[in-house]
């Protein structure tokens, strides 16, 4: 069976840009531009532990988004540029630096998510004795408690 197989660690970089399966590398990760598939159809690893949340959008408004109003601003204040102009240099330019990324974003947060076993975080419960293994009658003191 496929599933009983060891597979050897794969870099998330490598196969979440390239957009393949984090656990075999050799399935693909999307079924569209942007949309995950059910599983992988090579090693049958199912993606629905993958949630990247709104994490590519993060990176592309940093990193792409922020050059884009530097351009705009540049263009405006160097040229007094009227609207047209920005229309064909500041749009385009917005649109090839924040559309192109989202994918390849978006596969390394969920093959990173695989690689290092990200899951849910859970609620931890403090041990605390019950008030009646303390002792019959008395208060429940924590260590350290001299009140009485």
Do not use: N
């Amino acid at each position: 069976m496929v599933q009983d197989r060891e597979w050897p660690p794969l870099s998330p970089i490598e196969t979440g840009i390239r957009g393949r399966c984090p656990r075999c590398g050799e399935g693909h990760l999307f079924e569209g531009f942007l949309k995950l598939r059910k599983g992988c159809e090579v090693c049958g690893l199912d993606y629905s532990f993958a949630d990247p949340a709104d994490g590519p959008a993060f990176f592309v408004i940093c990193f792409a988004c922020v050059p884009s109003v530097v351009l705009a601003l540049w263009i405006e204040v160097r040229f007094e540029a009227p609207y047209w102009v920005h229309l064909f240099t500041t749009l385009p330019f917005m649109l090839l630096t924040c559309i192109p990324p989202l994918r390849p974003l978006k596969g390394w947060l969920v093959a990173s998510q695989y690689f290092y076993k990200a899951e849910e975080g859970r609620m931890v419960t403090p041990l605390i004795p019950p008030a009646s293994a303390v002792g019959a009658g008395s208060a429940a003191t924590l260590p350290g408690d001299d009140r009485r």
